[in-house]
C-alpha cells in the first residue's frame, strides 16, 4: 500500500490548510445550541482508548435528555445494564480521554464533545438519571475539552436516514449471528425468542 506517513503531504491530499470556520467552531465549553441538542438527542457514540491506544467505541442511548448537563464544562451519561464488559469504562480507568458523538434522529449534523472522563457513583446524581424507576449503577461524567458541531455530509453520502435504502434483512439475523458465533450452545429458536420482542422489556 502506498502509505502517507507525512502530515504535510497529508494536508497536500486533503487540499491544504481547514477552512478558517472549521476552525473558529470549536469551543471548550456549551452553548445554550449545545444544551438544546442534548436535550433532544437519545442516542450518542462513546469512544475511548487504553493506555496503549488500542481504541474501542461504544452506543449509549435512552430517552431525549439522557445526559445530563452539569455546567457549562461538564456533562453526565448513565451506565445502564448491558453485557457487562466494560471496556469503555476499563479504557476510562487507564486513559480518561474520550470523544462522543451525538445524534438526532432524522438530522444529519452531529454534535461532538471531546474530553476527560471520570466514573462516579454519587446517589444524588444517579437518582437524575432513573428511567422507569431504574437508577443505574453507576455513570460517566466528562469535563468537556473541545466541543463542536459537524456538517451532514457522512450522512448524506450514506443516505442513512433515507427510509428507502433501509435493509436490515440484508444480513443474516441478531439470532443467527449470535448462534454461530457466541452462543452456538442455543439453537436458533432459543436466540430468535430471547431477541424477539421480549427483549425490549429488559432495558432497564
Known amino acids: 500500500m502506498d502509505e502517507i506517513t507525512d502530515e504535510d503531504e497529508l494536508r497536500s491530499l486533503l487540499g ?3 477552512v478558517p470556520a472549521a476552525l473558529r467552531k470549536e469551543r471548550d465549553r456549551l452553548h445554550a445550541l449545545d444544551r438544546e ?3 433532544a438527542s437519545p442516542f450518542c457514540l462513546v469512544a475511548t482508548a487504553d493506555a496503549d491506544g488500542r481504541c474501542d467505541v461504544s452506543p449509549k442511548g435512552d430517552p431525549p435528555g439522557f445526559v445530563l448537563v452539569l455546567d ?3 456533562i453526565a451519561l448513565p451506565e445502564r445494564p448491558g453485557n457487562r464488559r466494560g471496556d469503555g469504562l476499563r479504557n476510562i480507568l487507564r486513559n480518561p480521554h474520550v470523544g462522543l458523538i451525538f ?3 432524522g438530522r444529519g449534523d452531529t454534535l461532538r464533545i471531546n474530553g476527560r472522563a471520570r466514573i462516579v457513583r454519587d446517589p444524588d446524581l444517579l437518582d437524575r438519571m432513573a428511567v422507569r424507576d431504574r437508577i443505574p449503577v453507576l455513570a460517566t461524567v466528562v469535563e468537556v475539552e473541545e ?3 459537524h456538517c451532514a455530509k457522512a450522512f448524506l453520502r450514506s443516505e442513512l436516514w433515507d427510509v428507502g435504502t433501509w435493509r436490515p434483512d440484508a444480513v443474516t439475523s441478531r439470532a443467527r449471528i449470535a448462534h454461530q458465533l457466541e452462543r452456538p450452545e442455543n439453537s436458533v429458536a432459543e436466540l430468535e425468542r430471547y431477541y424477539g ?3 425490549a422489556c429488559r432495558l432497564y
Open 37 to 39: 441538542w442534548l436535550a
Open 147 to 149: 466541543v463542536f458541531h
Open 16 to 18: 491544504g490548510a481547514p
Open 197 to 199: 420482542p421480549a427483549y
Open 103 to 105: 445524534l438526532l434522529p
Open 72 to 74: 457549562d464544562r461538564t
